[in-house]
């Protein structure tokens, strides 16, 4: 879950229809139900739910991802981890936005890349990815601390030590 405040940031203003050329295919509000549509999915953290099929249609032929066999395919291979949702938007904000808007999107291209790096989201997910392995690290050395450095009985120790004085 993101912080609210860089929800709101990513989701606000909504995109209006009236700042982006139609094409000869795809109207003006198409484009903005298409950004807003991505925006509210990377606030609320790439949930499933929200990952329709207008939004993979599209999202499929933008920012040059390609459509990964299916929906299914695509959504596995951005959204399942951090790791994946970190290749996604590096992806997306590295994308040149090539070509015209009454021919392409490129104009919603510009516009959520520019939403997201505002937000910093890159570095967000990366702060939470080093947060994660490091708690992970940190299990499992207390688990092997415990496995292969027992916690000496001091019953046990005061009798071996009488063995080794007896011998």
Known sequence: MLPASIER??????LEPASFRP???SSAEDKAK???GLLRFIAKDAPKALFTDFL???LSNTFGHIAHHNKSGFYQYFFETTTNKIAFLRETVQHPCYGDPEYTF???ERVVISRLKQTNLIA???ATL???KVAAERTELT???AKYEPVPNPTIARHQADLFETI
Not at 9 to 14: H, I, S
């Open 23 to 25: 094409t000869k295919w």
């Open 106 to 108: 490129s104009d919603v």
């Open 124 to 126: 967000l997910y990366e």
């Open 9 to 14: 940031a990513l989701v606000t203003p909504p």
């Open 130 to 132: 080093v947060s994660s």
């Open 56 to 58: 993979y249609e599209r």
């Open 143 to 145: 688990r092997l601390k």
């Open 34 to 36: 298409f950004g807003n």
